[in-house]
Protein backbone atom coordinates (compact mmCIF):
# COMPACT_ATOMS: atom_id res chain seq x y z
CA UNK A 1 0.00 0.00 0.00
CA UNK A 2 1.30 3.48 -1.08
CA UNK A 3 0.74 6.01 1.58
CA UNK A 4 1.66 10.02 2.32
CA UNK A 5 2.80 10.88 5.78
CA UNK A 6 3.18 14.04 6.12
CA UNK A 7 4.46 14.61 2.89
CA UNK A 8 6.86 10.96 2.66
CA UNK A 9 6.22 8.63 0.39
CA UNK A 10 5.53 5.72 2.34
CA UNK A 11 5.07 1.73 1.47
CA UNK A 12 3.77 -0.98 3.55
CA UNK A 13 3.36 -4.53 2.53
CA UNK A 14 2.73 -7.59 4.99
CA UNK A 15 0.43 -8.14 7.69
CA UNK A 16 0.19 -5.67 10.11
CA UNK A 17 -0.14 -8.28 13.15
CA UNK A 18 3.31 -9.38 12.08
CA UNK A 19 6.91 -7.55 13.38
CA UNK A 20 7.63 -4.61 11.97
CA UNK A 21 10.63 -3.69 9.37
CA UNK A 22 11.27 -0.36 8.36
CA UNK A 23 13.63 -0.15 5.15
CA UNK A 24 15.51 2.91 4.59
CA UNK A 25 17.55 3.63 1.47
CA UNK A 26 20.87 4.97 0.96
CA UNK A 27 21.54 8.14 -1.53
CA UNK A 28 21.13 8.99 -4.33
CA UNK A 29 18.74 6.32 -5.04
CA UNK A 30 14.91 5.58 -3.34
CA UNK A 31 12.81 2.58 -1.96
CA UNK A 32 13.03 0.59 -4.80
CA UNK A 33 16.86 -0.19 -3.65
CA UNK A 34 15.12 -2.69 -0.87
CA UNK A 35 12.56 -4.51 -3.58
CA UNK A 36 14.15 -7.77 -3.13
CA UNK A 37 14.12 -7.60 0.84
CA UNK A 38 10.49 -6.90 0.59
CA UNK A 39 9.51 -9.33 -1.46
CA UNK A 40 11.21 -11.97 0.80
CA UNK A 41 10.42 -11.07 4.30
CA UNK A 42 6.56 -9.36 3.29
CA UNK A 43 5.15 -12.65 4.19
CA UNK A 44 6.58 -12.56 7.70
CA UNK A 45 6.90 -9.17 8.18
CA UNK A 46 4.91 -5.99 8.28
CA UNK A 47 7.96 -4.41 5.70
CA UNK A 48 7.88 -0.40 5.43
CA UNK A 49 9.86 1.05 2.98
CA UNK A 50 9.61 4.76 2.16
CA UNK A 51 11.43 7.27 -0.12
CA UNK A 52 13.82 10.04 2.17
CA UNK A 53 12.86 13.55 1.75
CA UNK A 54 14.45 15.13 -1.41
CA UNK A 55 14.58 11.27 -3.38
CA UNK A 56 11.88 9.16 -5.02
CA UNK A 57 8.47 10.71 -4.47
CA UNK A 58 8.87 12.32 -1.36
CA UNK A 59 8.17 16.06 -1.33
CA UNK A 60 11.46 17.48 -1.28
CA UNK A 61 9.60 21.10 -0.16
CA UNK A 62 12.16 24.16 0.67
CA UNK A 63 15.23 21.66 0.25
CA UNK A 64 16.76 22.39 3.92
CA UNK A 65 17.27 19.28 5.25
CA UNK A 66 19.10 18.00 8.23
CA UNK A 67 20.32 14.62 9.48
CA UNK A 68 17.70 15.56 12.56
CA UNK A 69 15.09 16.25 10.28
CA UNK A 70 15.31 13.07 8.47
CA UNK A 71 15.50 11.23 11.87
CA UNK A 72 12.05 13.09 12.85
CA UNK A 73 10.53 11.86 9.69
CA UNK A 74 11.27 8.55 10.72
CA UNK A 75 9.98 8.97 14.22
CA UNK A 76 6.78 10.43 12.97
CA UNK A 77 6.40 7.46 10.23
CA UNK A 78 6.80 4.88 13.18
CA UNK A 79 4.32 6.83 15.43
CA UNK A 80 2.05 7.32 13.03
CA UNK A 81 2.21 3.69 11.62
CA UNK A 82 2.08 3.31 15.36
CA UNK A 83 5.18 0.36 14.93
CA UNK A 84 5.72 -1.97 17.87
CA UNK A 85 9.57 -1.97 18.30
CA UNK A 86 10.30 -1.68 14.60
CA UNK A 87 13.98 -3.27 13.72
CA UNK A 88 15.47 -0.89 11.46
CA UNK A 89 17.68 -2.12 8.19
CA UNK A 90 19.15 1.19 7.02
CA UNK A 91 21.75 1.89 4.51
CA UNK A 92 24.68 3.90 4.26
CA UNK A 93 22.69 7.41 4.36
CA UNK A 94 19.72 5.53 5.75
CA UNK A 95 22.42 3.65 8.16
CA UNK A 96 23.23 7.25 9.34
CA UNK A 97 19.65 7.92 9.78
CA UNK A 98 19.34 4.67 11.96
CA UNK A 99 22.08 5.28 14.18
CA UNK A 100 20.92 8.78 15.30
CA UNK A 101 17.34 6.97 15.51
CA UNK A 102 19.11 4.51 17.82
CA UNK A 103 20.58 7.65 20.08
CA UNK A 104 17.67 9.32 19.99
CA UNK A 105 15.11 6.73 20.82
CA UNK A 106 16.45 3.36 21.22
CA UNK A 107 13.75 2.28 23.48
CA UNK A 108 11.33 2.62 20.59
CA UNK A 109 13.37 -0.03 18.10
CA UNK A 110 13.63 -3.79 18.21
CA UNK A 111 16.53 -4.62 16.10
CA UNK A 112 19.29 -2.76 13.91
CA UNK A 113 20.54 -3.95 10.55
CA UNK A 114 23.04 -1.66 9.36
CA UNK A 115 24.10 -2.01 5.48
CA UNK A 116 26.86 -0.77 4.22
CA UNK A 117 27.28 2.66 6.63
CA UNK A 118 29.41 3.78 8.95
CA UNK A 119 28.98 5.98 12.91
CA UNK A 120 31.71 8.33 11.65
CA UNK A 121 31.06 11.99 10.17
CA UNK A 122 32.19 13.81 7.43
CA UNK A 123 35.75 14.63 7.78
CA UNK A 124 36.94 18.03 6.12
CA UNK A 125 37.74 15.81 2.78
CA UNK A 126 34.43 14.67 2.36
CA UNK A 127 32.46 17.94 3.19
CA UNK A 128 34.30 19.49 0.43
CA UNK A 129 33.62 16.55 -1.59
CA UNK A 130 29.60 17.35 -0.87
CA UNK A 131 30.78 21.08 -1.71
CA UNK A 132 32.19 20.27 -5.08
CA UNK A 133 28.95 18.26 -5.46
CA UNK A 134 26.68 21.10 -5.32
CA UNK A 135 28.56 23.06 -7.00
CA UNK A 136 28.94 20.59 -9.93
CA UNK A 137 25.07 20.12 -9.87
CA UNK A 138 24.51 24.08 -9.55
CA UNK A 139 26.75 24.37 -12.86
CA UNK A 140 25.63 21.77 -15.04
CA UNK A 141 22.54 20.18 -13.25
CA UNK A 142 22.81 16.47 -11.16
CA UNK A 143 22.69 14.00 -14.42
CA UNK A 144 26.55 13.72 -14.18
CA UNK A 145 27.06 14.01 -10.67
CA UNK A 146 24.26 11.35 -10.10
CA UNK A 147 26.11 9.21 -12.97
CA UNK A 148 29.85 9.64 -11.22
CA UNK A 149 28.18 9.10 -7.79
CA UNK A 150 26.74 5.93 -8.39
CA UNK A 151 29.87 4.24 -10.53
CA UNK A 152 31.50 4.01 -7.56
CA UNK A 153 28.64 2.73 -5.39
CA UNK A 154 28.84 -0.40 -6.93
CA UNK A 155 31.03 -3.24 -8.12
CA UNK A 156 32.75 -3.68 -11.82
CA UNK A 157 31.22 -6.90 -11.94
CA UNK A 158 28.17 -5.80 -11.34
CA UNK A 159 28.32 -3.03 -13.88
CA UNK A 160 29.55 -5.49 -16.53
CA UNK A 161 27.43 -8.27 -16.00
CA UNK A 162 24.36 -6.83 -15.41
CA UNK A 163 24.55 -3.93 -17.30
CA UNK A 164 20.53 -3.00 -18.21
CA UNK A 165 19.80 -3.35 -14.21
CA UNK A 166 22.58 -0.76 -13.68
CA UNK A 167 21.82 1.20 -16.17
CA UNK A 168 17.76 1.40 -14.84
CA UNK A 169 19.53 2.51 -11.56
CA UNK A 170 21.52 5.23 -12.94
CA UNK A 171 18.46 6.41 -14.90
CA UNK A 172 16.03 6.42 -12.38
CA UNK A 173 18.47 8.30 -10.06
CA UNK A 174 18.99 11.27 -12.81
CA UNK A 175 15.19 12.52 -12.22
CA UNK A 176 15.63 12.95 -9.10
CA UNK A 177 15.21 17.03 -7.93
CA UNK A 178 18.05 18.85 -7.78
CA UNK A 179 17.13 20.40 -4.77
CA UNK A 180 16.63 17.69 -2.75
CA UNK A 181 19.62 15.91 -4.01
CA UNK A 182 21.86 18.80 -2.78
CA UNK A 183 19.27 18.81 0.49
CA UNK A 184 20.65 15.33 1.06
CA UNK A 185 24.34 16.53 0.15
CA UNK A 186 23.99 19.17 2.79
CA UNK A 187 22.11 16.86 5.61
CA UNK A 188 25.27 14.13 5.36
CA UNK A 189 27.79 16.62 5.20
CA UNK A 190 26.03 18.31 8.38
CA UNK A 191 25.56 15.07 10.55
CA UNK A 192 26.83 14.19 13.57
CA UNK A 193 29.16 11.32 14.70
CA UNK A 194 27.59 8.69 16.43
CA UNK A 195 30.86 6.42 17.14
CA UNK A 196 30.74 7.50 21.07
CA UNK A 197 27.03 5.99 21.17
CA UNK A 198 28.05 2.17 19.57
CA UNK A 199 29.05 0.79 23.29
CA UNK A 200 25.55 2.06 24.48
CA UNK A 201 24.00 -0.03 21.36
CA UNK A 202 21.39 -3.04 23.36
CA UNK A 203 19.12 -3.83 20.80
CA UNK A 204 20.40 -6.59 18.37
CA UNK A 205 22.47 -5.88 15.76
CA UNK A 206 23.51 -7.03 12.24
CA UNK A 207 26.52 -5.44 10.53
CA UNK A 208 26.59 -6.06 6.52
CA UNK A 209 29.32 -5.02 4.33
CA UNK A 210 29.85 -5.57 0.54
CA UNK A 211 33.43 -7.02 0.28
CA UNK A 212 34.32 -4.61 -2.39
CA UNK A 213 32.73 -1.52 -1.01
CA UNK A 214 34.43 1.52 -1.54
CA UNK A 215 32.67 3.92 0.35
CA UNK A 216 32.18 2.20 3.76
CA UNK A 217 34.75 -0.52 3.22
CA UNK A 218 34.99 -3.72 5.37
CA UNK A 219 37.93 -2.84 7.76
CA UNK A 220 35.93 0.89 8.95
CA UNK A 221 32.58 -1.89 9.42
CA UNK A 222 34.19 -4.30 11.33
CA UNK A 223 35.84 -1.96 13.04
CA UNK A 224 32.03 -0.34 14.15
CA UNK A 225 30.61 -3.60 14.37
CA UNK A 226 32.89 -4.34 17.11
CA UNK A 227 32.31 -1.22 19.09
CA UNK A 228 28.65 -2.81 19.11
CA UNK A 229 28.12 -5.27 22.14
CA UNK A 230 24.89 -7.03 20.91
CA UNK A 231 26.18 -7.67 17.33
CA UNK A 232 27.61 -9.71 14.36
CA UNK A 233 29.43 -8.51 11.61
CA UNK A 234 29.27 -10.24 7.78
CA UNK A 235 31.02 -9.49 4.69
CA UNK A 236 29.13 -10.20 1.67
CA UNK A 237 31.38 -11.76 -1.22
CA UNK A 238 32.00 -9.64 -4.08
CA UNK A 239 29.37 -6.98 -3.63
CA UNK A 240 30.34 -3.31 -3.45
CA UNK A 241 28.47 -0.63 -1.34
CA UNK A 242 24.88 -1.46 -2.55
CA UNK A 243 25.40 -4.76 -1.03
CA UNK A 244 21.22 -5.27 -1.03
CA UNK A 245 20.75 -5.07 -4.79
CA UNK A 246 24.09 -6.42 -5.52
CA UNK A 247 23.53 -9.61 -3.71
CA UNK A 248 20.04 -10.48 -1.96
CA UNK A 249 20.33 -13.64 -1.73
CA UNK A 250 23.10 -13.52 0.43
CA UNK A 251 21.97 -10.42 2.24
CA UNK A 252 18.98 -12.31 2.53
CA UNK A 253 20.13 -15.34 4.40
CA UNK A 254 21.81 -13.22 6.72
CA UNK A 255 18.95 -11.00 7.23
CA UNK A 256 16.64 -14.04 7.72
CA UNK A 257 19.01 -15.63 10.44
CA UNK A 258 19.51 -12.60 12.13
CA UNK A 259 15.42 -12.41 12.36
CA UNK A 260 15.29 -16.21 13.24
CA UNK A 261 17.26 -15.40 16.24
C1 LIG B 1 24.94 6.39 0.36
O1 LIG B 1 25.03 5.34 -0.29
O2 LIG B 1 23.93 6.64 1.01
C2 LIG B 1 26.07 7.38 0.29
O3 LIG B 1 27.23 6.76 -0.16
C3 LIG B 1 26.30 8.03 1.62
C4 LIG B 1 27.33 9.09 1.56
O4 LIG B 1 27.51 9.75 0.53
O5 LIG B 1 27.97 9.35 2.60
Known amino acids: MNRNINNLSVFTTGGKENPSIVLIHGFPFDHFMWDEQVKKFNKNYYCITYDVRGLGSSL ?37 ISLRA ?27 SRARGIRQINDEGTKKYIEHFIANCFSERFKQTRKREYESIVNRAKKYNALGVKGCLLAMAGRTDTTNYLQNISIPTLVICGEEDKLTPPDVMKSMSDKIKNSKFVSIDGAGHISPVEAPKRVNEEIEIFLNQ
Open 60 to 96: VGDGQFTLESFVDDLENLIDNLILDKPILCGLSMGGY
Open 102 to 128: VERMEKKLGGLILCDTKSLADNDEGKI
